[in-house]
Nanobody, 117 residues
Framework: VQLVESGGGLVQPGGSLRLSCAAS????????MKWYRQAPGSERDLVAT??????????YYADSVKGRFTISRDNAKNTVYLQMNSLKPEDTAVYYC?????????WGQGTQVTVSS
């Protein structure tokens, strides 16, 4: 299993970014995918989840990002996305893609998102 994030960067408050996570090594459509983030000196927190095809692709969002972030997936491309709008300085963190596959937890390498003027 391999998860590779991309799309991070520096953005001004109020701006937008779209993160991508390319997955390989497992039947992507069958598994839920998650985005976490970790700010300096803080724990890694769950941001959003999207279920696999059998569960209809249902989504969950942390209260802190609800209404601003959207998680989606393209099963044909084995990729999960996180569209982040109305970004705030407190969204600054390393964002990680996560999957639980056959009872093992996998993480990507992370992508840095910095929201600053």
């Amino acid at each position: 299993v391999q998860l590779v994030e991309s799309g991070g960067g520096l953005v001004q408050p109020g701006g937008s970014l779209r993160l991508s996570c390319a997955a390989s090594g497992f039947t992507f459509s069958s598994y839920a995918m998650k985005w976490y983030r970790q700010a300096p000196g803080s724990e890694r927190d769950l941001v959003a989840t999207i279920s696999g095809s059998s569960a209809g692709g249902s989504t969950y969002y942390a209260d802190s990002v609800k209404g601003r972030f959207t998680i989606s997936r393209d099963n044909a491309k084995n990729t999960v996305y996180l569209q982040m709008n109305s970004l705030k300085p407190e969204d600054t963190a390393v964002y990680y893609c996560n999957a639980l596959v056959r009872y093992a937890v996998y993480w990507g390498q992370g992508t840095q998102v910095t929201v600053s003027s």
